[in-house]
């Protein structure tokens, strides 16, 4: 993608760990980050932070997700029905510096 005529200006990755590949891929290739590719990950696992530049993520609520499947599991051990198949808990983004404005 990164060597089309009209490559993209931004990736979001479906994981920090896809996103530190992505950013080496456009380092490779001569594309710089963030100038000419903003770079988003998804987790914000420690490692985002130490990557060069450092890299932009969507935090997830780890300890929050424990908890509600914890929760979940010993409900139904105990013969109970979940609430709901479904469970929405909050993500926030992390900006740091893989991203940036697209170029003009």
């Known amino acids: ?10 990736v979001v990755a479906g994981n920090d ?4 590949g992505v950013v080496a891929v456009a380092r490779e290739l001569g594309v710089a980050v963030p100038t000419r590719l903003s770079v988003v990950g998804f987790d914000d696992t420690p ?3 130490w990557t060069s530049p450092p890299l932009t993520s969507v ?3 780890l300890t929050g997700m424990g908890r ?5 599991v010993l409900g ?5 029905e979940p609430a709901s198949r ?3 808990l909050a993500t926030h983004l992390v900006v740091r510096g893989s991203t940036a404005p697209p170029g003009g």
Not at 1 to 10: E, F, H, N, W
């Open 1 to 10: 993608m990164l060597s089309l005529p009209q490559p993209p200006t931004a």
């Open 17 to 20: 760990e896809i996103a530190v």
């Open 47 to 49: 490692q985002a932070a």
């Open 59 to 61: 935090h997830q609520p």
């Open 68 to 72: 509600m499947a914890v929760e979940t």
């Open 76 to 80: 139904m051990a105990a013969g109970g």
């Open 86 to 88: 479904h469970v929405q």
